[in-house]
């Protein structure tokens, strides 16, 4: 089960992924910049292949969302359509929202409110 | 501190009224009423786009447009930071201006520094805002400089 001991208390997003019954969650806590993508890259990615049948981004408590992480959003959909995974975002608040509403992406994804609703599809 | 060899500064800035234009001085000096320096470090790049998220709530934007001025001030930094040379400075400057804010961010570049316009980043720097431009008529400094306004349209 990965979690985020090898993140330290300074780094400026947590991720801390939960597994089970198929569904991984991957929740997020902080700021998806230039600086944090990378390592946000490599857990999303160890996620998709483990070939989850729902890969869950919680993003409620994301406070920044910059274009690096619109780039691995898109590229994780696409990944996840390649294995068969369906991906869903859950993200109510402007810090997401709008960065992806004022790109044009907002209708790529499948977007919940809640962790629970995600589950459920 | 980064001053121009000589030798290297006999191709001047175009002037214009812009605020974005480099004037005579280069694009390293460019009086804006707020500029924040920091380190061409991208761990400091947050810091810079709260300044400029707290200058445009300050001026009364609305909260989208808030937010797209912090992407777009995150994304042009971004973009600099990893063109800059060893140990110099990313400069952002900020000009508010009946309803809408300029900001001219740059970072003291070598002579081949290019800034691509066909990435992901620009498109999105560019959907953003209501103008933005590549600043490099200075061949010691690349900068970009985009506009805001403070409610979209």
């Given at each position: 089960m990965a979690t985020d001991d090898d993140l330290t208390a300074e780094d400026p997003l947590g991720v801390d992924v939960q597994r089970s019954n198929g569904a991984s969650v991957i929740r997020l806590a902080g700021e998806i910049d230039m600086l944090t993508t990378p390592a946000l890259r490599a857990k999303v990615n160890e996620e998709l292949q483990g070939k989850p049948t729902v890969l869950v981004l919680?993003?409620?408590?994301?406070e920044f969302l910059g274009s690096s992480g619109l780039a691995l959003l898109v590229e994780a959909l696409d990944e996840s359509r390649n294995r068969d995974v369906a991906l869903r975002l859950v993200a109510n608040s402007r810090p997401v929202s709008r960065p992806l509403q004022a790109t044009g992406l907002t209708d790529l994804f499948a977007l919940y409110p809640s962790v629970e609703a995600a589950l459920a599809g | 501190m980064q001053t121009p060899e000589p030798q290297q500064r006999d191709r001047t800035s175009t002037a214009t009224s812009d605020p974005g234009a480099a004037g005579s001085a280069g694009l390293a000096e460019t009086p804006t009423p707020v500029e924040v320096r920091v380190h061409?470090?991208?761990?400091?790049i947050p810091s810079v786009r709260a300044v400029a998220a707290d200058l445009a709530a300050r001026a009364d934007f609305d909260l989208d447009a808030v937010s797209d001025l912090r992407m777009a001030v995150d994304e042009a930094c971004s973009a600099l930071v990893p063109l800059a040379?060893?140990?110099g400075q990313l400069r952002c400057g900020f000009v508010m201006s009946e309803g809408r804010i300029d900001v001219i961010c740059r970072v003291p570049v070598r002579h081949e520094a290019t800034l691509r316009q066909d990435t992901f980043g620009w498109r999105v720097l560019t959907t953003l805002t209501d103008d933005a431009e590549v600043l490099d008529a200075d061949p010691e400094w690349l900068g970009i400089h985009l506009r805001k306004q403070r409610l979209n349209p």
């Open positions: 919680d993003m409620l408590s994301v | 061409a470090d991208p761990a400091l040379r060893e140990g």
